[in-house]
């Protein structure tokens, strides 16, 4: 029988452990087990052989750790083809054959994948594929891939099974006593990510015995529409006389499995410390009992590496900030490769009570697809909100998908033929929760029918790429009632029918009722609130508008959504008192601002200094601010740092409070359309192989400070990126940092090839190994010992 | 044979005037004392404090160090091993929460950046000392810890401890290209223990 089959059918007994089966044969720590197919091949087999005879439909091939990473390319075929070849012959040498299954076992790298780690997303893929395509050529039947502790690395191996072969494939994941993945991830999580990318089962198994996952099993259950696996170890382990001995023995394991069987786990074995006794009398104990019947769960939901998002009673917001659209600040930061300030509107975004970001980052003159990438997995490093990818780029599409580390907000499609086929063969790739416009090629229909009718074809479509309906939101599309009175009407209407009758979640771009109206807040908030009403699951809102902020919780309150109200009493308390900051801004005279800019920077007060800042600029010259308070004020610090008076969180204080104040400067200066403010570009970098970049980044902050336009190029960057930023800014000088001894021939070489490539740049070094005699050595023209030295050394250059 | 094991952790209360001198700060000033409170109360629950070790007889062979898993040429360990019949090498972990929190605050306000760095310090050694302190006996003594690239310790004895430990698997550690390991603030040493005389 087909495997997919079977699982359908009656329970699918796996394995267990086999690590600790060849340890107690002599397995040494530190020996590679896989070896031992080649090396031992008597005694995997026998392994094998005894788990087929108690009971076991599948048996996990001895690959766990079989890849590119660890065996030469010759090695590791060998290793796979004595594996496959083992697990063939313990079944054929067994008394019943039918019905019984080789799996390809793969586990993790023992990597970290970027942006926590320095190993590559695509190395990763391709790591696993190799180890794939072994195993199908050499006759597995099904793959498991298992003990992934990292959302992302399991993400890594699930495409390189489904872009190498067809085989059935089971995940199981290795949950921590917190019930998260090591990175994170809920079994929710999972579940939203796995089945998006379309995994025949999903599961837990090793780290912990069978009772300590009974959260995680409940979860994956009710999350899960595929079948649920699971593989617990026998208990915890602890060491006896120099061996390690597991707490949990057979009868109470096999007892545990059969209560999780009762609760719907379909595909049960086990991990470390369970022998061929353990599936025995677990297979003995199901005896007669029969599955559960699989059921869909109807889950519409999107997840991040930590939580998956469900969408449900509860309204969802998702802020709009990041996105250049209207904004010039923005564009600025997009022209400039500012990822700093895009990550910043994340955060912020965060902060202000955001469910998901929406992420756009496209403008005419930039790679759409590079800066996409970049956004999308800086935003997965500083926040664990889900995103939602908004491009009309097919190709900045896909590869922000394929990055996106969750099942990911897809917007959009609409109901032209063109963005379906161009939408969907993605989403059933990748997975993911596609806004659904209800527009096609004849437009916007008037009327609310007319968008239902669209719906209707998005969905029926949908389904032609195995694509549900409760993965399909639909924005009926907000249009501007000062063009049309009915506008709105025609919104809410198509809002509440797709929601009644056709049971699918919607969205809207709420601002966009307001355009050509004075007060566009009232009106936006207004409206928002009617949608709610009617039924409205997502708004893409801006958080930072006080009047929708004060809608949402309020509607929740109203809506019985809000326990006890007290969601909207924490937000009504962190709401400003207007007539307190009205006479707080009168107390400062104004023939004082100057000083107190200046006192703001010093004491390091951010908000302040913005405020202040703000309102200088109203009567002075943007340089005159810069020139005669913000240097000023910095020098004080500079120097008190300088003096090991003043400490360096407190220079970062003062320096970010200054950055406050700077900002305000750009942002005036765009709107006025005065000249750049900056001195000269210095390229900044922590060389290939360094992934310190905190010292770098306090040089970043104290030169933009001073002036400078920094091109920060990141963490472990290959000299040739660095040389390629200072030729085409024509940086005048380079920063390189690295904090490991390992690091500074990275850093020699990238010195040797910028001096071979842009001879006039200057280049100063620092970081914790360095020192002024070894920059000497590798041929650096500066070295400064701290981030104020790296300052007077770029002002020296003027 | 020797059997790795793993072990977790309850850490003791975080030392305020540590994470400053961690920071840069060489004395406690009031405002950075409650900056660090204010930092050290947000990270209070995400830090998952993990070790795996085993013990291992160490002796000399030739010029060479034999540690039972792997062999270094390194007068500087052997010295620090004198005397010690045995050693445990270890590696620990606070885990990965930190990490993404000093890269939050790095975009946001890069003075708690500095501060969260002085946490994650502080708590991984206090993680080790803890550790290093439950090695110690009646009968034995535990020397410093010594850890890969410290004198003239190779850091690529790296590849053997975690080869060794199965550190990615047992407490989520992993070793980059350059051998620094991810979470960052993780460590791994080889500790001699030596019988009190």
Redesign the interface.
């Given at each position: 029988m087909d495997i997919k089959q079977y699982i359908k059918e009656k329970f699918l007994l796996l394995d267990g452990g086999m690590g600790t089966l060849l340890?107690s044969a002599?397995l040494?720590?530190?020996e590679y087990p896989e070896k031992w197919n080649i090396t031992r091949p008597e005694i995997i087999k026998k392994i094998h052989g005894d788990y087929l005879a108690a009971g076991s439909r599948v048996i996990s091939a001895n690959t766990f750790g079989a890849n590119c990473l660890k065996f030469d390319c010759d090695e590791l075929e060998q290793i796979i083809k004595a594996a496959m070849k083992n697990a063939r012959a313990a079944i054929a040498e067994c008394g019943d054959k039918e019905d019984r299954f080789v799996a390809l076992d793969i586990?993790?790298t023992?990597?970290?994948l970027r942006?926590?780690?320095?190993?590559d997303f695509e190395n990763a893929v391709e790591v696993f594929a190799k180890t794939v395509r072994l195993g199908a050529k050499y006759g597995a039947d099904l793959i498991i891939l298992e003990?992934f502790?990292d959302s992302y690395e399991t993400k890594a191996a699930v495409l390189a099974v489904k872009e190498n072969c067809d085989l059935p494939l089971i995940v199981t994941n290795?949950y921590?006593?917190?019930g998260k993945l090591?990175?994170?991830a809920t079994p929710a999580a999972m579940v939203a990510m796995l089945e998006g990318l379309r995994v025949d089962a999903i599961g837990a198994n090793c780290s912990l015995g069978p009772k300590q996952l009974r959260g995680v099993v409940e979860e994956l259950l009710l999350n899960a529409s595929v079948p649920v696996v699971l593989q617990p170890n026998a208990g915890l382990?602890r060491?006896e006389s120099?061996?390690?001995v597991y707490d949990v023995d057979s009868e109470e394991f096999s007892s545990d499995m059969l209560d999780f069987a009762k609760m719907g786990v379909r595909v049960l074995g086990g991990c470390c410390g369970t022998t061929p006794e353990y599936i025995e009398k677990t297979a003995r104990k199901l005896v007669g009992l029969v599955p559960l019947p699989l059921s869909e769960k109807n889950i519409t939901c999107v997840s991040s590496y930590t939580h998956a998002l469900r969408f449900d009673k509860q309204p969802i917001l998702i802020g709009e900030r990041i996105n250049p659209t209207g904004k010039k600040r923005f564009k600025q930061a997009l022209m400039e490769n500012d990822i700093?300030y895009i990550?910043?509107e994340g955060?912020?975004q965060q902060e202000k009570g955001v469910h998901i970001l929406d992420v756009n980052v496209g403008l005419p003159d930039i790679d759409e697809p590079s800066m996409l990438c970049r956004a999308v997995t800086e935003l997965q490093?500083?926040?664990d909100l889900p995103l939602q990818i908004d491009t009309s780029n097919t190709c900045a599409m896909e590869r922000a998908l394929r990055l996106y580390n969750g099942k990911a907000m897809i917007n959009s499609v609409s109901g032209k033929a063109e963005s379906m086929d161009a939408v969907f063969p993605l989403a059933a790739k990748y997975g993911g929760l596609i806004v659904a416009l209800t527009l096609d090629e004849n437009g916007i229909p008037e009327t609310a029918e007319g968008r239902v009718e669209i719906a209707r074809k998005i969905l029926a479509r949908a389904s032609e790429y195995g694509i549900r309906a409760k993965d399909i939101i639909f924005d009926t599309l907000a249009m501007t009632v000062s063009a049309d009175n009915k506008a709105a009407i025609a919104t809410l209407g198509a809002l509440r029918t797709i929601k009644n009758e056709l049971g699918c979640h919607t969205s809207l771009g709420v601002s966009n009722v307001s355009f050509g109206l004075p007060h566009r807040e009232v009106i936006n908030s207004t409206f928002f609130a009617l949608a709610l009403e009617n039924g409205l699951s997502a708004a893409i809102m801006n958080p930072y508008s006080a009047d929708m902020m004060k809608t949402y919780y309020a509607f929740r309150a109203l809506g019985g959504m809000d326990d006890n109200c007290a969601d909207f009493i924490e937000f009504a308390a962190a709401l400003p008192d207007e007539k307190a900051q009205a006479t707080a801004a009168q107390t400062v005279p104004e023939e004082n601002y100057a000083s107190e800019l200046q006192k703001a920077i010093i004491k390091?007060l951010?908000d302040r200094s913005s405020e202040l800042c703000r309102a200088l600029l109203e009567k002075t010259a943007p340089l005159d601010v810069v020139q005669n308070e913000v240097i000023p004020a910095l020098d004080v610090v500079g120097q008190g740092f300088e003096a090991?008076k003043v400490?360096?969180?407190?220079l970062?204080?003062s320096?970010?409070a200054a950055k406050a104040a700077f900002e305000e400067v750009k942002s005036f200066m765009l709107r006025d359309g005065s000249e750049k403010v900056s001195k000269f570009p210095v390229v900044i970098a922590t060389v290939k192989?360094?992934?310190?970049?905190?010292g770098k980044?306090?040089v970043k902050?104290l030169l933009e400070n001073y002036g400078f336009e920094v091109i920060d190029l990141g963490r472990d960057v290959p000299p040739e990126n660095v040389v390629a930023a200072v030729l085409e800014s024509k940086a005048p000088l380079a920063g390189l940092s690295a904090l490991?001894?390992?690091?500074v021939p990275a850093m020699e070489e990238t010195i040797k090839q910028l001096r071979a490539s842009a001879p006039d740049c200057k280049i100063i070094v620092g970081g914790a190994v360095l020192t002024r005699e070894y920059a000497d050595k590798i041929g650096a023209d500066y070295y400064a010992k701290d981030a104020m030295e790296a300052v007077r050394y770029a002002d020296s250059l003027k | 044979m020797t059997a790795v094991k793993t072990k977790e952790y309850v850490l003791p209360p975080v030392c305020i005037r540590e994470v400053l001198r961690y920071s840069g700060c060489a004395e406690v000033t009031p405002d950075m004392e409650a900056l660090a409170n204010e930092c050290a109360a947000e990270a209070r629950k995400i830090f998952s404090p993990k070790i795996c070790y085993g013990e291992f007889p160490v002796k000399m062979i030739g010029d060479d160090l034999d540690l039972g898993f792997a062999r270094v040429s390194s007068r500087d360990l052997e010295k620090n091993l004198e005397g010690c019949d045995s050693a445990v090498v270890f590696c620990a972990t606070v885990g990965h929460e930190i990490d993404r929190l000093i890269k939050k605050y790095g975009v946001i306000s890069p003075a708690k950046a500095v501060i969260f760095q002085g946490l994650g310090a502080e708590r991984i050694e206090a993680l080790c000392d803890l550790f290093c302190a439950d090695l110690e006996s009646e009968g034995l003594t535990a020397r410093p810890r010594f850890s890969p690239g410290y004198g003239d310790l190779p850091l690529e004895l790296q590849r053997d401890i975690f080869r060794t430990l199965d550190c990615p698997r047992r407490i989520g550690a992993t070793l980059n290209q350059s051998l620094l390991i991810s979470p960052t603030k993780s460590v791994s040493a080889v500790v001699g223990l030596k019988k009190r005389v």
């Open positions: 340890q002599g040494t720590p530190g586990g993790p023992g990597k970290l942006p926590l780690g320095d190993f003990t502790s290795a921590g006593s917190d090591m990175t994170g382990p060491v120099g061996k390690t700093d990550l910043g955060i912020n490093a500083v926040t390091g951010r090991k400490y360096l969180p407190q970062l204080m320096a970010d192989g360094d992934i310190h970049d905190i980044n306090i902050l490991m001894t390992t690091t | -």
